[in-house]
């Protein structure tokens, strides 16, 4: 695939004082205005996008906001999907890798997101957790620790509500927000995993995305969308039916991480269908093609 030809054109700087003057008549009253403005804003070039950034964080008017964030959004879309397409070409086959490519995936939802604090905000956790696992502990005490220090102690739920939420499949926000889908929930408690290499694994289950433990030579699955909770394969194998799916043995097997990243982005896709954004839509349906045309290469 080649990167280069993914450019935008037609492109004309703005110095900051025009900038600032643009944004100021962005809700002017005179519809000819607000024409120009708009017609001159689509020609800014990536170059701009500091200042928007700074006026943005200003502004107190939320609509304002969101008019700023999807303007940042137009300017940067083209560098970051040739970013993501360098970071798949890059390969996708570990944890580390999956989590870069969630953090990059935030980056729809704001463009001048600062991911690497993320990054640290998922090392504070480990370094939270780790005080507490040590080689004493038997695998369900292990489990147990695990699990309860996510839903007891960071207080991570289920998005009971407002379940199609973008919020809710972003990592960042299901990291502020300490909610989420069963994926999202999945990937901070695995990725915590990761930084203490303990054994827990992505199961890409049809409908209901769970985690696995494995120790001893025994499996363990559990669902993060419930508090951690231990369910079996026949209780799994009933929900599956329950849904007119029959249940097979790879629905229960670990998931690879470029599988895991492909399943995050349909379910944005599915979130933004549903709040009907369909430029959105278009721009994830393009990175779920560029995910499988380079996973056919691995």
Request: aromatic letters at 8%; one cysteine or more.
């Amino acid at each position: 695939m080649n990167v280069s030809t993914i450019r935008k054109t037609g492109t004309i700087p703005a110095s900051r004082d025009e900038l600032r003057a643009l944004l100021a008549l962005l809700d002017d009253p005179d519809p000819f205005v607000r024409e120009k403005v708009d017609e001159r804003l689509s020609h800014l070039d990536e170059s701009s996008v500091p200042v928007l950034d700074e006026y943005r964080e200003k502004t107190v008017d939320p609509e304002l906001r969101s008019r700023i964030t999807e303007l940042i959004h137009e300017l940067t879309y083209t560098s970051f999907e040739i970013e993501f397409i360098e970071y798949l070409e890059g390969g996708v086959t570990s944890l580390k890798d999956l989590e870069h490519g969630q953090l990059l995936l935030c980056r729809l939802d704001n463009p001048t997101l600062r991911t690497e604090l993320y990054r640290r905000q998922l090392d504070r956790m480990a370094s939270r957790l780790a005080p507490s696992i040590h080689p004493e502990l038997a695998p369900g005490e292990l489990l147990q620790t695990f699990v309860s220090f996510f839903f007891e102690k960071e207080y991570f739920k289920g998005a009971e509500t407002d379940y199609m939420n973008p919020c809710n499949s972003f990592l960042h926000k299901v990291m502020q927000r300490r909610r989420g889908i069963p994926i999202a929930l999945s990937m901070v408690m695995l990725f915590v995993a990761r930084r203490l290499d303990l054994p827990f694994y992505g199961v890409n289950m049809p409908m209901h995305f769970l985690i696995k433990y494995e120790a001893e030579n025994q499996s363990t699955l559990i669902d993060p969308f419930n508090r951690g909770r231990v369910v079996s394969i026949d209780q799994c194998s009933y929900f599956l039916r329950n849904h007119g799916i029959q249940p097979l043995p790879v629905h229960f097997d670990k998931a690879p991480e470029r599988e895991m990243l492909a399943r995050s982005v349909r379910n944005l896709i599915n979130s933004f269908e549903s709040g009907n954004k369909p430029g959105r839509v278009e721009e994830l349906q393009r990175l779920l093609g560029f995910i499988m045309q380079t996973g056919d290469r691995e």
